[in-house]
């Protein structure tokens, strides 16, 4: 059994600043895994934010291109998402997910508002 565990979601003012980190844990090779950030605003559909692959090569939703940065630490089992210049349209639960052939997991969220 996989487990991930977001953490790092707040209320921040517009143009401000936050970073999501998630934690890995249980029965994986974490740098085998792709590691994606997935948000989910209400009555919106989930979308993929920012992927990461085990060599770090990395994809951005247009949305996020410029703005936030996605990262990895094999040796700490974690993935990060650094999202600068954030906007009210941000506001969502951010899901961290692993990703492997068919194995498929995600963690429980994290609430992300952008508020002024």
């Known amino acids: 059994q996989v487990q991930l565990v977001e953490s790092g979601g707040g209320l921040v003012q517009p143009g401000g600043s936050l970073r999501l980190s998630c934690a890995a844990s249980g029965r994986m090779i974490f740098s085998f895994y792709t590691m994606n950030w997935y948000r989910q605003a209400p009555e919106e559909q989930r979308e993929l934010v920012a992927g990461?692959?085990?060599?770090?090569?990395?994809n951005y939703a247009d949305s996020a291109k410029g703005r936030f940065t996605i990262s990895r630490d094999n040796a700490k089992n974690s993935v990060y998402l650094q999202m600068n210049s954030l906007k009210p349209e941000d506001t969502a639960v951010y899901y961290c997910?692993?990703?492997?052939?068919?194995?498929?997991?995600w963690g429980q969220g994290t609430q992300v508002t952008v508020s002024s």
């Open positions: 997910n692993a990703r492997m052939g068919s194995l498929n997991y």
């Open positions: 990461i692959g085990g060599a770090s090569s990395t």
